[in-house]
């Protein structure tokens, strides 16, 4: 048995929870916080036998696609002023970053 850990974007999240659960996966979703945007995303927990591994991973290759998105980012203006001027950046958003591990016992009570 694997426990996939699954880091989505918020905007991902119900899509794939839907499509896990219509695939027969059991989810648990927590709210979390990313650290580069400071943007909301979701991470799913899914327990899964060794043989429904990859179909697992493939719906969460296929709901949770990377894409461009444009962020406001602050600069430093130099000086003893310290003011920011916000300038937008291109970002990739969205994919998903996920670990996997062996489970050694699964108990469900």
Do not use: W
């Not at 989505?8 to 580069?36: N, P, R, Y």
């Not at 909301?40 to 060794?50: C, F, S, Y």
């Not at 696609?65 to 406001?72: D, V």
């Amino acid at each position: 048995m694997k426990l996939i850990i699954a880091i989505v974007q918020d905007e991902d999240a119900t899509h794939l929870i839907s499509e896990l659960m219509g695939e027969g996966f059991g989810v648990t979703k927590l709210a979390t916080t990313g650290g580069f945007l400071r943007a909301g995303n979701t991470t799913i927990l899914a327990g899964v036998e060794d043989d429904r591994f990859d179909a697992c991973m493939a719906v969460i290759e296929r709901v949770c696609k990377s894409r461009k998105q444009i962020a406001t980012s602050p600069v430093t203006m130099g000086g003893a002023t310290g003011m920011y001027a916000p300038y937008p950046i291109e970002v990739t958003v969205g994919g998903a970053t996920v670990f996997v591990m062996s489970v050694e016992q699964f108990v469900k009570i």
